[in-house]
């Protein structure tokens, strides 16, 4: 019995030393999910480095041990700072929190959060959180309910330091980030030498290097230091330092870029106090997780490893057991052939379907790493496995799916040629067989002009007048129509047009046509767009012509247009101070023969806008207005910008 307790005290201490910390970090490291803890200050005490790279690389944050977890809302989307501060509150209060929560940060994800208590000596010190990302899960859901189609980065770079010196070391310059670092001015800053700012114990360490630089050994390093700043301060820095050179090689220059790693250095003390904290966030992870060494003896393995073993396999993974012995015969040579392979650096990651104890199926993905010292040796095996049975489901629902819809998909094309056929023979039609008794009546009303007038007295001349007037609007009511439905069917041709050019070419026109052009015309100098030319003037035609119509009523009639830049787009507009209208009608405004104004008031069809809207919408753009009755009304519409090829 002495032995045996001899042994496990051993075997304990032995798994806390250094190594053992190592490879709890290195479960963490290697977790498909993403893990951090807090403590009661609201300040990370871990994090995992797939954390870390995710948050860098999304949104350019250098995430750390010490920094506050809502540093990330603070940058991203700063109206949920409150909101997850109650989430982290409730947790701190002693409920755990668990919930899927929906972002449409750079693209539409979701992620599965769990935020646990942890607990010592009955008090609560901190939480434990998990994140996992379930984006696939959930749009494969969504999509499935939905019958919808298949499933990065506004964020600022964190200022880094920099600071110039000459061969010496002497600083000659330096930018306010570094200023900043050192707590102090440039003026205070300048001249100064490297043994002013180094701690002491650093100074050879970092003599050396600079030696090294400029002896011609290296052209740059990377090292960590502590500077001593102007108040007194110790401050833990990253640098990398690079010289600059002459077109002969002689250094001219020393190049520092310096990051505070204060927080980052302290975190890591923190860390190597925490093994209850570590192994705490392993046993509580959604993902079973254990390592192995280079013999494939087991090194550790989580609470969710461990259950899982012993359900289905009925065995206990025993630190210490070889992982193998775990295997059936026939699978054991060719597991030991993948360890082998992973042993020489080479992670290993596949689908696993397994058939569970009570028959039912299920899905895995599995992920085999190495595990490297900080000398990039490998130094043992890291094994996770994360339950995707449900997301297998949802494939194969979506993908019978998808085979339904475009079953539907090609029943609905059909149905739609044949519709456009008809279409198109109703359009015959109307061109033809409508057209043609409206130029019979016209010719008849002119021969009656022409040979009865006399007869006629004044009520059959207004009659023949009437009729004249209706069969006229008839006429261009058919044209406008067949203009409306030949829009849809035309190709577009686009290039760069210059709008300034056409405008001028429709005001003149327009000019010419009524005679005289009652209203002052402000044209201001345009962006040019990529589109159909023949389809952009009609669409100037229209508006201009409607501005023209509806300001002419006004003593002064004043008509304004021009394009301005808007969020990233070009907006073109037209003002006039005419009748306007109210805005509560503004849906009618671009549907065929919807209009605002008695037809009594103010000629036309009841077309025009929506040509205009058909136009612009085939063009990938959009048209809205904004009007008051009798202080005129402003129509604005964009164009799809031409894209890069």
């Known amino acids: 019995m002495e032995n045996n307790s001899s042994q496990q005290t051993g075997h304990s201490d032995a798994f806390s030393d250094s190594k053992a910390k190592a490879h709890l970090a290195a ?102 959180c998990f994140v996992r990302d379930v984006t696939q899960q959930k749009l494969s859901e969504v999509k499935l309910k939905e019958s919808e189609a298949r499933f990065r980065t506004v964020s600022e770079n964190p200022i880094l330091a920099i600071a110039w010196g000459n061969t010496s ?43 090294k630089l400029l002896h011609g050994e290296i052209n740059n390093y990377r ?12 401050k833990w820095v990253e640098m990398d330092v690079t010289a600059v050179r002459d077109e002969k090689g002689k250094v001219i220059q020393i190049v520092a870029v310096v990051q505070d790693i204060s927080a980052k250095k302290a975190a890591e003390q923190l860390l190597r106090e925490s093994e209850t904290n570590l192994r705490y966030i392993l046993d509580n992870a959604s993902t079973a997780s254990g390592l192995l060494d280079k013999q494939f003896n087991i090194l550790t393995a989580n609470r969710l490893a461990n259950e899982w073993a012993l359900q289905e396999m009925g065995v206990t993974l025993v630190e210490g ?16 052939t993948v360890l082998e392979k992973v042993l020489e650096g080479k992670s290993h990651q596949y689908e696993a379907k397994y058939t569970k104890r009570d028959k039912t199926v299920s899905w895995f993905h599995v992920k085999i790493a190495p595990i490297a010292d ?40 059909r149905e739609l040629e044949e519709a456009n056929s008809e279409l198109e ?31 006629l007295d004044s009520e059959g001349q207004q009659t023949i007048s009437v009729i004249k007037r209706n069969s006229t609007l008839m006429a261009r009511l058919i044209n406008d129509l067949l203009g409306f439905a030949r829009i849809g069917k035309l190709p577009l041709t686009q290039q760069v047009v210059n709008i300034n050019g056409v405008v ?12 005289k052009l009652a209203a002052k015309v402000q044209l201001k100098d345009m962006h040019p767009a990529y589109c159909d030319p023949t389809l952009i003037k009609q669409v100037w035609v229209n508006l201009i012509s409607n501005a023209i119509k509806y300001s002419k009523v006004k003593e002064n009639p004043e008509i304004e247009i021009g394009s301005m830049e808007q969020k990233g787009e070009i ?22 023969f919807h209009r605002l104004h008695k037809s009594g008031e103010f000629e036309g069809t009841g077309v025009g806008l929506a040509i205009v809207h058909r136009i612009v919408t085939k063009h990938g753009g959009r048209i809205w207005a904004d009007a008051k009755p009798n202080e005129g009304a402003a129509f604005y519409f964009t164009l799809e910008p031409e894209q890069s090829s």
């Open 425 to 455: 023979a109703f359009t015959y039609s109307v061109s033809h067989d409508l057209l043609s008794p409206l130029r019979n009546i016209d010719s008849f009303i002119d021969i009656l002009v022409e040979d009865y007038r006399n007869v």
């Open 27 to 128: 479960i963490l490291d290697h977790a498909p999910e993403f893990v951090y803890a807090i403590d009661k200050d609201f300040r990370l005490t871990t994090l995992n480095k797939r954390l870390q790279d995710a948050v860098k690389e999304s949104f350019g944050l250098n995430l750390q041990p010490g920094d506050s977890p809502l540093k990330f809302f603070e940058n991203v989307s700063p109206e949920l700072v409150q909101e997850w501060k109650a989430i982290y509150d409730k947790a701190f209060a002693g409920m755990p929190q668990n919930f899927v929560k929906e972002f449409d940060i750079n693209q539409k994800s979701f992620w599965d959060f769990s935020i646990n208590p942890i607990r010592e000596n009955g008090k609560i010190t901190g939480l434990a």
């Open 374 to 413: 900080k000398d990039k040796v490998i130094i043992g095996i890291c094994i996770t496995a994360e339950e995707t049975t449900l997301r297998k489901k949802a494939e194969e629902e979506i993908r019978l799916l998808n085979d339904s819809l475009e079953k539907t998909v090609k029943e609905r094309t």
């Open 223 to 234: 090292i960590e230091k502590r500077y001593i700043t102007l108040k007194k301060n110790i």
């Open 321 to 336: 057991q070889n992982f193998l012995e775990h295997f059936p015969d026939f699978y054991k040579q060719m597991a030991a």
């Open 504 to 515: 001028t070419e429709v005001i003149d026109e327009l000019r010419y046509m009524t005679n």
């Open 571 to 592: 907006v073109y507009y037209i003002k006039d101070n005419g009748v306007g209208f109210d805005l509560k009608y503004a849906d009618k405004l671009f549907r065929v």
């Open 169 to 211: 070391g002497r600083l000659e310059s330096a930018n306010q980030a570094f200023c900043d670092l050192m707590e102090g001015s440039l003026d205070q800053l300048i001249n100064s030498e490297p043994a002013q700012y180094t701690h002491p114990d650093d100074g050879e360490y970092v003599a050396s290097f600079f030696r």
